[in-house]
C-alpha cells in the first residue's frame, strides 16, 4: 500500500487519544446503559427523566446552568470586549500593567478564589460589609452567598471576575491584528471613536467573539470547582446553586447519606457529553462556517 | 491661492529628524509627484498632510486654509495607501460608499455617487463583491475608488502600485494619467519608480533625507539637475560622475565634478581610455560598462552593438550635455 506511511505517521497521535480520551468516554457510555451488573438499555436514561425526583434535580441543575452561562455571556464577555477595545487604544498608558493585572486571577485556582470570595462577602468577617459602610451603603449589603435568590448570580460575578482576562485577550490580540492602514483609512473615512469600532473593528473581530462564545459555553457546563469549593458538594443554599457538575458528582460519587451511583452518575455524564456535543456542532456547522476570517 | 502649501514644516521622531524643515507650494489640478530613496520621508510628509501623523512644527494649507488642528476627515482629501487598506467586512459598493454614509449623504446620493466613481473604473461588475474576492489590481481600482466618490480637494497616494506586477503597473499609471484628466483634481503622489515620477508628473519634489533636493518638471529635473543628489537619482540607469581633470572636456570656474549621462557619452577614436568589463543589450539598445583611470563610466548606445568585454574603448562625453558641479555638489554654470 502505497499510503501505509500515513497511518504509521498518525498512529502515535491516535493511540494516546484513544486511551486517554475516547476510551474512557465509551466506557461512561457504556456505563449508562448498565444497571447492578446487567444490561437495562435506556432504563437509567427513563429514571432521569420521569422519576420526579431526579427530574427535579437534573432541571434544576440544568437551568441554573443556563443561567451561569448568560451571566457570563451578557456580563463576562461584553466586559472583555470593552477592555480589550481600551487596552489597544494607543493613547492608554500603562496598558501593559492593566493587561497583567486583569489576567492575574486567571492563573489563581478555584480554590483560593473561591475562598477568598466567601470571606469577602461572609457577614460576619467579610470586608464588604465594612467597605459598603464606609461609603454610606451598608443597607445594600446582604449574605448574597446564602441567599437562594442571589447565591447563583454571585458565583457566577466571581467566576466573571476571575475569567474575564480570557475574551480580553482573545479580542485584544484580534484588535492588534487589524493592520493600521486599515484604520487610517478609517480616520481619513471619518469613521472615528465609537463609531470606528462598532463599523470597522467589531464586523472584523466577529470570529473571535464566536470562538469566545463557544470556550464560554463549554467552560460553563463543564463548570464544577468554584461551586464546589464555595458552596460545597450539596451546592446550597437548597441546591440554589446546583448545576449538573455538582449534580454529577453527588450522583456518581455519593455525599454523606446519599450512596453513590455510577451508572446514574454516567447517566447524567452522557446527558451533559450530549448537550454539549450538539451545541458545538449546532456552532460549527451554522454559524462558524457564515463568520469570515479575513485576510488584510 | 495654492491646492496645497507647506510652510517650513518639521517632523522629529523622539530625537531623530526625520522632516528638517520642508516648503512647498501645489498648484490646483496639478501632478506632484514625491520621488527620494527609501527612508527619507516621503510618507511621513504625505502623512502629515493627511493628518494622520502630528507635525512638530510649522503649517501646513490646504485651498488657503491652515488644517493642522483639523482631523484628517475634516480636510477633505482622500488617500490611497500601499496597502489598499479596504475594509475586508464590507463588499466593493459599502468600500466606495462609507465615507458618505458616515458623513450623512442620502442614500440615492451615496448610490449615484458609488455608481459614478464605480464607472470610471469598471468596478460595476464587481460592486457586491467583498476584497478577498478581488485580485491586487482590481483592490487598487477599488482603492482609488473610495479615494474619488469623496470629490476630494486633494487626492494623496502612497506608493499605490508598488504590490502590482510590471505589466499591470503600466496601465494603472495610464488609467491614474487619465483619471488626473478627467478629474482635474490636485494629486499628489510619493514613489520610489522613476519612471512613474517622469511619466505622472507636471511636478517632481525630489527629496533626500527629509530635504527637499530641487522641486521641478521632469524635463527640469532630467536637463538641469540642480545638485549632484538629483543628477544621480534621476535617470536609469544613473548618470556618470567623473573628476572634471578626467573629464576631457574643459570645465567652468569652480567646478570639480563633471556628470554625463550614459546617452550622452558616445565611442570614439580618442578621448577617454576605458576598457569594456560588461555587455547589456536589449535589443533596442545597447548598455555597456566601461573601467578605466576615470572610473566606472556606462554608456547607452542605441541600436545594437557588439563589443567583447575586455576591449580597449575611448570614449567622448558630448560638452553640451555636459552637467558641471562644485565641490559643495551644486551644479555650476
Ligand atoms: N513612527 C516612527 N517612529 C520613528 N521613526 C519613524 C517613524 N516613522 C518613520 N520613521 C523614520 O522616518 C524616516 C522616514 O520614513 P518614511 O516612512 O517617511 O520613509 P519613506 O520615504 O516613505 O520610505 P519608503 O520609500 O521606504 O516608503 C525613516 O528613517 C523611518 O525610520
Ligand atoms: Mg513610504
Known sequence: MKRAHILVFLAPAVIVYTVIMVLPLFATLQLSLFRDGGFVGLQNFRTLFGDTRWSASFWNALGNNLWFFIVHMLVQNPIGILLAALLSSPRLRGAAFYRTAIFVPTILSFVVVGFIWKLILSPIWGIAPGMLDAVGLKSLFSPWLGKEGSALTTLALISVWQFVGIPMMLIYAALLSIPDEVLEAAEMDGVTGWSQFWKIKLPLILPSIGIISILTFVGNFNAFDLIYVAQGALAGPNFSTDILGTFFYRTFFGFQLQLGDPNMGATIATVMFGIILAVVCVYLFAIQTRLRRYQF | MHALEIRNLRKTFGSVEVIPGADLAVEPGEFCVFVGPSGCGKSTLLRMIAGLEEPTS???????????????????????????????????????????????????????????????????????????????????????????????????????????????????????????????????????????????????????????????????????????????????????????????????????????????????????????????????????????????????LVGEHDLPVDQPVHLRPDPARAHWFGPDGNRCD
Not at chain 2, 61 to 68: A, E, S, T
Not at chain 2, 134 to 148: D, M
Open chain 2, 58 to 300: 510649522g503649517d501646513i494649507l490646504i485651498g488657503g486654509q491652515r488644517v493642522n488642528d483639523l482631523p484628517p476627515a475634516k480636510r477633505e482629501i482622500a488617500m490611497v495607501f500601499q496597502s489598499y487598506a479596504l475594509y475586508p467586512h464590507l463588499t466593493v459598493a459599502g468600500n466606495l460608499g462609507l465615507a458618505l454614509k458616515q458623513a450623512g449623504t442620502p442614500r440615492a446620493e451615496v448610490e449615484a455617487a458609488v455608481k459614478r466613481a464605480a464607472s470610471m473604473l469598471a468596478l460595476e461588475p464587481l460592486l457586491q463583491r467583498r476584497p478577498a474576492e478581488l485580485s491586487g489590481g482590481q483592490r487598487q481600482r477599488v482603492a482609488i475608488g473610495r479615494a474619488i466618490v469623496r470629490r476630494p480637494k486633494l487626492f494623496l497616494f502612497d506608493e499605490p502600485l508598488s504590490n502590482l506586477d510590471a505589466a499591470l503597473r503600466g496601465q494603472t499609471r495610464i488609467e491614474l494619467a487619465r483619471l488626473h484628466r478627467e478629474l482635474g483634481a490636485t494629486m499628489i503622489y510619493v514613489t520610489h519608480d522613476q519612471v512613474e515620477a517622469m511619466t505622472l508628473a507636471d511636478r517632481i519634489v525630489v527629496l533626500n533625507a527629509g530635504r527637499i533636493a530641487q522641486i521641478g518638471s521632469p524635463m527640469e529635473l532630467y536637463n538641469r539637475p540642480a545638485n549632484r543628489f538629483v543628477a544621480g537619482f534621476i535617470g536609469s540607469p544613473s548618470m556618470n560622475f567623473l573628476a572634471a581633470e578626467r573629464s576631457g572636456l574643459t570645465p567652468p570656474a569652480g567646478a570639480v565634478e563633471l556628470g554625463i549621462r550614459p546617452e550622452h557619452i558616445a565611442l570614439a577614436d580618442h578621448g577617454i581610455p576605458a576598457r569594456v568589463t560588461h555587455v547589456e543589450r536589449l535589443g533596442h539598445e545597447t548598455l555597456v560598462h566601461t573601467d578605466g583611470e576615470a572610473g566606472h563610466i556606462t554608456l547607452r
